[in-house]
C-alpha cells in the first residue's frame, strides 16, 4: 500500500503538509488530520488560577488514512499518539487544524452534530479492565450503542448482541455475566464487540493488545485482522510495540514529542528507516530469532524526552540524537523524502540515516552541538 505525500501526487514541502496516498482517489480517504495541533493550559494558583503555560501534547501533525487499511502510530510514552486520537474521534476539540471524516469536516463540531459521526468512529482502549464498568452485565455493555443511537430495542437487540458476542469469540450465553467473570483476552473482546456493535467506517486501537499476555495478543490481533476483511474496516492503530505495528498495519506514522518524525509504507519505514529516532526504537526492538538479535546493534539515547511544555528550539529530537549538528537546534527539519527514497516514504531530518549506518559511530560529533 504505497503512500504518497501531499494533496494529490506531489510531495511534501512543509513539517506539516498533509500526506495522502499514491494512486489513492480522493473519495478512497477515510480520514484527512490537515495541521492539526493540541496544547493544554498549565494553571497554577489558589482560588485565582491563571495560566502560566502550555503542554504541547499535538503540533501542526497531518496524515491520512485510506479506506480499508492500517495506520500504525508508534512512539514513546507522552509522544502525542493518544492525544492525536481523541483528537480524530472528536472526543477532545483541536487547538488548530482540521479533521475530515469521510469528506466532512468534523473540527470541534458540537456535541449534537458529532452524534452521527460518533457511529462512525469506535475506539477500542487499551485496559480491558477499566474500560468495561464492573456493575453492569456485558450484555448491558455491548447493547449500549443499540440503546444511544435508539437503532435496536427489545428481542432484536438482544439478539444482535448475541450474534456480535459469537462473532468475537464470546459465548452468547454469558449474556448476562458480570465482567469480572471473563478474562482479560476476553474482556477485550467484549471491548472489540461493543466498538463493532454500529459497523463503524473507522475504529482507533489505542495500544489494544498491550495488557494482555503474548498468546492472548495474537488471538486479539487476528480476531482485529479477520473483523477488517470481513467488514472493511479501517484501523488507526496506537501501540508501543513495534513488532506488533508491523503485523497490523500498511503504512507507519513515528511520532516524538507531538510531530511526526517519520512516516511511509510499512516495509519502507522497517526496512529503511531515515530519521535517527525510528532507528533507535527498532534496535530495541526484540527479536525472536537469537542469530537476529544478536546482530542487530542496539542504539541506545541519552537523556530523558524533554518537556512538552518547553520543546527544544529547532528538530525536537536534538538533544538526544547521536547525529545531532548545530543546524539541528537552529533550523526546524522538513517532512520530506530523504537520500533519494520515495515522495511516499518522508522524514524530517536535516542528516538523515544511510543505509548500513553506524549511528553509535556518529554520537562524538553531538560535541559540536551547544
Do not use: W
Request: hydrophobic fraction near 40%; charged fraction near 25%; glycine fraction near 8%.
Amino acid at each position: 500500500m504505497p503512500a504518497s505525500t501531499g494533496p494529490a501526487d506531489t510531495a511534501p514541502v512543509s513539517t506539516g503538509q498533509p500526506v495522502a496516498l499514491e494512486g489513492i482517489l480522493e473519495e478512497d480517504v477515510l480520514v484527512r488530520v490537515e495541521h492539526v495541533t493540541k496544547h493544554f493550559p498549565v494553571r497554577a494558583g489558589g482560588l485565582i488560577r491563571r495560566t502560566v503555560g502550555q503542554v504541547q501534547a499535538v503540533d501542526d501533525v497531518s496524515l491520512v488514512i485510506p479506506r480499508g487499511k492500517t495506520l500504525g502510530l508508534v512512539g514513546e510514552t507522552g509522544s502525542g499518539k493518544s492525544t492525536l486520537a481523541r483528537c480524530v474521534a472528536g472526543l477532545v476539540p483541536v487547538t488548530s487544524g482540521r479533521v475530515i471524516f469521510d469528506g466532512r469536516d468534523v473540527t470541534n463540531l458540537s456535541r449534537r452534530a458529532m452524534r452521527p459521526v460518533r457511529r462512525d468512529v469506535q475506539m477500542i482502549f487499551q485496559d480491558p479492565y477499566s474500560s468495561l464498568n464492573p456493575r453492569r452485565r456485558v450484555g448491558a455493555i455491548i447493547g449500549d450503542p443499540f440503546a444511544i443511537h435508539r437503532t435496536a430495542t427489545g428481542g432484536e437487540r438482544k439478539r444482535r448482541i448475541q450474534e456480535l458476542m459469537e462473532r468475537v469469540g464470546l459465548n452468547p450465553e454469558h449474556y448476562n455475566r458480570f465482567p469480572a467473570e471473563f478474562s482479560g483476552g476476553q474482556r477485550q473482546r467484549i471491548g472489540v464487540a461493543r466498538a463493532l456493535a454500529l459497523r463503524p467506517k473507522l475504529i482507533i486501537c489505542d495500544e489494544p493488545v498491550s495488557a494482555l499476555d503474548v498468546s492472548i495478543q495474537a488471538q486479539v490481533l487476528n480476531l482485529l485482522a479477520d473483523l477488517q476483511q470481513d467488514y472493511g474496516l479501517t484501523y488507526l492503530f496506537i501501540a508501543h510495540d513495534l513488532e506488533v505495528v508491523r503485523h497490523v498495519s500498511d503504512s507507519v506514522a513515528v511520532m516524538y514529542l507531538g510531530r511526526i518524525g517519520e512516516l511511509g509504507p510499512r516495509d519502507d519505514v522497517y526496512d529503511t528507516p531515515r530519521h535517527p529516532y525510528t532507528a533507535a526504537l527498532l534496535s530495541a526492538a526484540p527479536a525472536a530469532d537469537p542469530d537476529t538479535a544478536a546482530a542487530r546493534q542496539r542504539i541506545i539515547l541519552t537523556g530523558d524526552v524533554p518537556s512538552p511544555i518547553d520543546p527544544p528550539s529547532g528538530c525536537r529530537f536534538h538533544p538526544r540524537c547521536p547525529k545531532a549538528r548545530p543546524l539541528c537546534s537552529e533550523q526546524e527539519p522538513q517532512l520530506e523524502p530523504r537520500l533519494g527514497d520515495a515522495p511516499t516514504h518522508v522524514a524530517a531530518c536535516h542528516f538523515p540515516v544511510e543505509a548500513g549506518e553506524d549511528l553509535a559511530a556518529a554520537a562524538p560529533a553531538r560535541s559540536e552541538v551547544s
